[in-house]
């Protein structure tokens, strides 16, 4: 995927200013029980995808911050936290939208969160629904246009239309650098 490098970058310089981190991840029991309707037919008749404890269930490896980390499926499934760093975090979500059903609307404002900034696999679907959700709370929302998969024009244009900013991840990088020099 041509934006693992994009959120690679990203996530090494949110690392490196000690923001926080969360990687939003789905997985799904063998038996489809906690599927979406949408892919449940296909995992209750054996495709494996996302499966939980499976390779494919994984962080993405370049994303890590150490090649030890492993997933804790029975942390994230029961909703909670998966801590992998300093100030950085594993999430599971039941659904594209990471604040449904989740604690991340309560994990941020314990962070005194104020901001999203949201990159990641499949704009239609997960960065879209999270997106809205976050406007839906009160959050300023920033989308790292090349950090994310799938992303057209036509969003792109969706997206100014409800006042969220967009940016690549080379400016958000040169303005983190700015940020933490003290300098903006």
């Not at 490098?5 to 923001?19: D, K, T």
């Not at 879209?128 to 989308?143: H, K, M």
């Not at 969003?155 to 239309?161: P, R």
Request: hydrophobic residues 40%.
């Amino acid at each position: 995927m041509r934006a693992v490098p994009h959120i690679q970058s990203l996530v090494n310089e949110y690392r490196s200013a000690s923001y926080p981190i969360i990687h939003v991840i789905r997985l799904y029991n063998s038996d489809g029980s906690n599927v979406d309707l949408c892919r449940k037919i296909a995992v209750e008749n054996g495709k494996r995808i996302v499966i939980s404890g499976s390779d494919g269930a994984e962080l993405v490896e370049d994303l890590k911050s150490s090649s030890k980390v492993r997933l804790d499926s029975n942390l994230l499934l029961s909703r909670k936290l998966l801590l992998i760093g300093s100030r950085e975090w594993i999430m599971y979500k039941p659904r594209w939208g990471a604040f449904y059903n989740t604690a991340l609307e309560d994990h941020l404002h314990s962070l005194k969160v104020n901001t999203t900034v949201i990159c990641g696999c499949n704009f239609p679907n997960c960065p879209r629904t999270t997106i809205y959700e976050a406007s839906e709370r009160d959050f300023s929302i920033v989308l790292i246009a090349d950090a994310t998969s799938a992303v057209y024009n036509l969003d792109l244009q969706e997206l100014k239309n409800i006042g969220v900013p967009l940016m690549n991840s080379k400016d958000c990088i040169s303005l983190l650098e700015v940020q933490r020099n003290g300098t903006l």
